[in-house]
């Protein structure tokens, strides 16, 4: 064989093995990354899961603070839970009952000079949810602070 | 200059002088009212905003706290609150004044007119030892409850009701006894009577905290909600 002719081969093997190379690493990145692209969530894609089921609100009341000293005859109370609630609030002085439309709900509340044991109770219109109740101590004091 | 050109130009002069002086002082004076004026607005701001801040310090510092007295002795007292917890109330002879809640009314009383097992309110200072007495007013004790009501008498005129915490309590019906019913379809309270009450119903009662001479307690007012409420 010629020295031309080997050279000519040699250089053909080495060509065509870096090609080898080339394709083959090409064809195991495009797999690699199909792989991982499987693995992150998809955004566009529309989720399959169930919506997250909606937990029970808890009543809470925001305003006023328990044993809260005021100079006024009326307070207002604040508060929020489950919608359409059946709401009881009742003081040795006033009774009120309404069914909020939303969680949050605020209502006047008058006071008697002294203590005021103000309960708050709902009814969840869901039968199964429990009823809630909270107690506020609320002492009318004028002009004593 | 002509003499007779100069007199009344000299006069003219003065004139103005005298003018020019008379509008400064008063413009002095305006200035100087306006001034005190301005600083007397300042002070009464500063004072209106002192006695805010005074106010509200003494209302951050003040509590109030509620219960029975167990022991009464000079300068201290002891009250058992509504968790059955324990508090020490000092009071002082000169600082400390007692008033006592009736029909929404205050009356001053003395420290002599404290009676074990009255109720009192008391607002003050918390300290490490106990409360600093400012005021003590002598209150009535309120239940405000609610329950499930799983016994009626109708010839004593008495229910039994379980609360939410499962405790039993026995309230007479008395004559005086507002009885208000929910109407389930307009959600408004209306009269009722206590035939129309039903075990099983739902009773929200306003009682003093002390029991009758049948162990019972009467209570002031009630609200029904019938148990059909529950059912639609």
Do not use: C
Not at chain 1, 57 to 86: A, H, M, Q, Y
């Amino acid at each position: 064989m010629k020295k031309e002719t080997f050279l000519a081969i040699f250089l053909g093997v080495v060509f065509g093995f870096i090609s080898a190379l080339i394709i083959l690493g090409s064809i195991s990145q495009s797999q690699l990354g199909e792989k991982n692209k499987s693995l992150l969530p998809q955004k566009k894609e529309p989720s399959i899961l169930p919506a997250k089921p909606t937990s029970l609100k808890l009543l809470n009341i925001n305003n006023p603070k328990n044993f809260l000293i005021i100079e006024n005859d009326k307070v207002t109370i604040e508060g929020e839970v489950e919608k359409n609630s059946l709401i009881v609030i009742q003081s040795p002085i006033k009774d009120l009952v309404f069914q909020n439309k939303e969680e949050k709900f605020k209502v006047d509340f008058p006071l008697a000079l002294g203590e005021n044991v103000i309960k708050i109770v709902s009814y969840p219109q869901n039968r199964n949810l429990k009823t809630q109740e909270k107690t506020l101590f609320i002492y009318y004091l004028p002009n004593e602070i | 200059m002509n003499k007779k050109i100069f007199l009344p130009f000299f006069s003219l002069i003065v004139f103005f002088l005298f003018l020019f002086n008379l509008l400064i002082f008063a413009s002095d004076k305006t200035g100087s009212n306006s001034a005190k004026k301005e600083t007397q607005k300042e002070v009464e701001i500063l004072k209106e905003k002192i006695a805010s801040k005074v106010a509200e310090l003494r209302r951050q510092n003040f509590q109030a706290f509620s219960g029975k007295m167990v022991e009464i002795k000079k300068g201290e007292i002891e009250i058992k609150d509504y968790n059955d917890e324990k508090k020490r109330v000092f009071t002082d002879d000169l600082l400390t004044k007692y008033y006592l809640i009736k029909d929404n009314q205050k009356k001053e009383i003395n420290f002599s007119d404290l009676k074990k097992d009255d109720y009192i309110i008391v607002s003050g200072i918390l300290t490490d030892k106990g409360i600093s007495a400012n005021m003590i007013f002598v209150d009535e004790k309120y239940l405000v409850d609610f329950g499930k009501i799983v016994e009626k008498d109708k010839n004593e005129y008495w229910l039994k009701v379980v609360t939410l915490t499962n405790e039993t309590i026995s309230l007479d019906i008395e004559a005086f006894t507002k009885q208000w019913l929910l109407n389930i379809k307009s959600l408004e309270l209306e009269r009722t009577g206590f035939s129309k009450i039903k075990e099983g119903d739902m009773i929200h009662f306003v009682a003093k905290d002390k029991k009758n001479e049948n162990n019972r307690f009467s209570a002031q007012k009630i609200v029904i909600i019938p148990q059909e409420y529950f059912l639609k």
